[in-house]
């Protein structure tokens, strides 16, 4: 089987996601480091360009074909390889998983996007401070709703049911992000906990943006 490759940069949380779900199912992978930050953001060359027409992180081309958006990828890793699954068998189910997932990759993780930040600072001249106010405000609205949802579920170790699932992918990137921005977590203790238990788990650390080959702590 050819591997797969997948464009990445260490601190992206779709990457995150992404590589989360491939350590999951257990495929290997070749990772492409797309910087950025370096050489006024690689993701914006030619070169890349020609791979993924928005010029985004991440993308996983599979033989001859490039899959761009990291719910898209991770749903076709689903499709493809089956086993383990990342969503529940029921329909109902499946849904509020979907919609945890989507509530973390839409509602609060683009607002924090780093483009979105370069603009309020480049373009709008936002200093530090407010963007930092900024991000933690997105993030404060959208985990207090997501703890909200979480406590309707009342699952015990993860987002939906005994085992991990695409929400709890999506989940652990953006609480990292959070941690990261100084956000105060102290009143979510759902997700806390769903956060300790995913993180002791290998398929997670080795996801992590500190194990990456690409990592940088000063980018």
């Not at 806390?192 to 992590?208: D, G, K, L, T």
């Not at 194990?211 to 702590?217: F, K």
Request: hydrophobic share 35%.
């Amino acid at each position: 089987m050819q591997a797969l490759t997948l464009y990445t940069y260490f601190r992206s949380s779709a990457a995150f996601r992404v590589r989360i779900a491939l350590n999951f199912k257990g495929l290997a992978y070749e990772s492409k480091y797309i910087h950025l930050l370096k050489d006024g953001g690689q993701e914006k060359s030619a070169e890349y360009e020609q791979i993924n027409p928005q010029k985004l992180i991440p993308s996983l081309a599979d033989s001859d074909q490039v899959i761009t958006q990291s719910l898209a990828i991770i749903e076709y890793l689903e499709e493809k390889y089956p086993q383990p699954s990342l969503l529940p068998e029921e329909l109902d189910a499946r849904a509020q998983v979907r919609a945890l997932a989507l509530s973390i990759i839409c509602d609060i993780h683009p607002l924090n996007n780093l483009r979105v930040l370069q603009y309020l600072d480049k373009t709008l001249s936002v200093d530090e401070n407010n963007q930092k106010n900024w991000i933690q405000h997105w993030v404060i609205e959208g985990f207090t709703a997501f703890e909200r949802q979480l406590k309707k579920i009342d699952s015990p170790n993860y987002c939906f049911g005994n085992r991990v699932s695409l929400a709890d992918l999506c989940l652990i990137p953006q609480v990292y992000n959070a941690k990261r921005f100084t956000c105060d977590m102290n009143s979510y203790p759902r997700i806390n906990r769903i956060y300790q238990q995913c993180m002791e788990q290998p398929e997670f650390v080795i996801a992590s943006p500190e194990q990456q080959a690409d990592c940088d702590i000063n980018h």
